[in-house]
């Protein structure tokens, strides 16, 4: 029967189509975790030295940080304005945005779309058991592999979508946190700016 062999072809091609995405995930994690580790904001290091006044060392502290908030304290220094900082402020986080969340929808997308694509290797594996049972061309061994095969699949869509739903969550949280530490080392620097 062509159609079976057809079938188990296309229930392999999404195991492999499973492992791609895998490897994609995995890539993502390792980027953002690279990306974020790089990214440390030091907000109670600005916190502290902006309390203190002591615009030497903030200087210093801005100079040697590549992450939003050194990029913001630099760019807000011309600014006289409070309007005019919060201005700068709204451009430069939804610049900075657009690189905190890169491959965050994919990861989402990857956590809530893999569970189903083994589900389909799972439903083709399971056709192709009993279409090798309903033609007596399978042995019970045979069956029984397939069927193995079918549920395999599942359970490597879960595991790429567990870990995809995990590190969406975690990452997305960091980034909340930065945007958060970032308002907050503003709000500081504007009250203590007088």
């Not at 060392?57 to 011309?78: M, P, T, W, Y």
């Not at 491959?103 to 058991?129: A, D, E, Q, R, Y």
């Not at 979508?161 to 504007?190: H, M, Q």
Request: proline share 2%; charged share 20%.
């Amino acid at each position: 029967m062509l159609w079976l062999v057809l079938l188990a072809w296309l229930a392999r091609i999404v195991f492999v189509l499973l492992l791609f995405l895998s490897i994609w995930s995995v890539t993502i994690m390792i980027d953002r975790h690279r990306f974020f580790k790089a990214f440390l904001l030091p907000a109670e290091q600005f916190k502290n030295l902006i309390r203190q006044k002591n615009k030497f060392k903030l200087a210093e502290a801005v100079k040697n940080d590549s992450g939003v908030l050194g990029s913001f304290l630099q760019e807000i220094e011309n600014f006289k304005s409070y309007e005019q900082v919060d201005k700068a402020f709204a451009v430069l986080l939804g610049e900075e945005r657009k690189k905190l969340e890169k491959g965050l929808p994919v990861l989402g997308t990857l956590g809530s779309t893999t569970p189903f694509i083994g589900l389909l290797g799972t439903v083709l594996g399971i056709i192709v058991s009993f279409g090798e049972l309903s033609t007596g061309s399978g042995n019970t061994n045979s069956v029984m592999f397939s069927l193995a095969e079918a549920l395999i699949l599942t359970a490597t869509g879960l595991l790429v979508a567990i870990p995809a739903v995990v590190a969406f969550n975690y990452f997305s949280r960091k980034v909340r946190w930065i945007i958060s530490e970032a308002t907050s080392v503003k709000d500081l620097y504007l009250a203590y700016k007088e």
